[in-house]
């Protein structure tokens, strides 16, 4: 990312409000500028993702792993994002990103980002969904070292909804249902039906949600 002012702004405002929770919301505050327009007066499409690099910095920052990303070198590519425009953002209107850490697995970190006028935070005016990895000199790093050598303690995975998962192109939670007396593990499994079904004869599969 090039350095900016709105770059600055987040270093600063991050350190600022200080240290947050990694699973709670962190939530910047921005203004629309004449640079963010398109030529429709509207903020531009490819603004929404730039202000969203900026809101995770701002995270990042917070729940404290910017030292281990310097000390070890990490960069943190995205491996790929969508965006549900609900609304319009016009000239020199104030918006907030918040920005959540909705999970994790063996390689990548998820995130949703929401973008909302602070004078009507209920209405979303966009909705972003990103996955992204840490990256360091020896190649990729897992999430679970990232938390480890990070945050120096274990965090709960949350627990995302179907909707979410659709977005980040995830495959949906499947629910098992065990019959009377029979003994089986019951947990989560993102197989599909079919394949479900062909595994655990004895089970009935259904899509979660």
């Known amino acids: 990312m090039k350095p900016s002012a709105r ?93 959540r850490l909705v999970g994790w697995d063996e390689r990548w970190f998820y995130f949703q980002q929401e973008f909302r006028r602070v004078k009507e935070p209920s209405r979303p005016v966009g909705v972003g969904y990103v996955k992204a990895l840490f990256h360091g000199p020896q190649g990729s790093v897992s999430p679970a070292h990232v938390i480890e050598t990070g945050l120096g303690r274990e965090l709960p995975r949350p627990d995302m909804p179907d909707a979410v998962r659709e977005r980040l192109g995830l495959p949906r939670r499947v629910s098992i249902s065990v019959p009377s007396g029979t003994n089986a593990y019951i947990g989560r499994a993102s197989m599909p039906d079919a394949r479900m079904a062909a595994s655990f004869p004895g089970l009935t599969g259904s899509l979660a949600g």
Do not use: C
Not at 27 to 46: A, I
Not at 64 to 72: F, Q, S
């Open 7 to 99: 770059l600055l702004q987040v270093i600063v405002g991050a350190h600022r409000r200080g240290r947050l929770d990694p699973l709670s919301e962190a939530v910047t505050q921005w203004r629309v500028l004449p640079s963010d327009l398109d030529l429709f007066g509207h903020m531009n499409n490819s603004r929404y993702l730039a202000m969203m690099d900026l809101a995770r910095i701002d995270l990042l920052i917070r729940v404290g792993l910017l030292p281990d990303v310097v000390r070890n070198r990490w960069v943190v590519p995205l491996g790929g994002a969508s965006f549900d425009f609900k609304g319009a953002l016009k000239l020199l209107e104030r918006y907030e990103i918040g920005t």
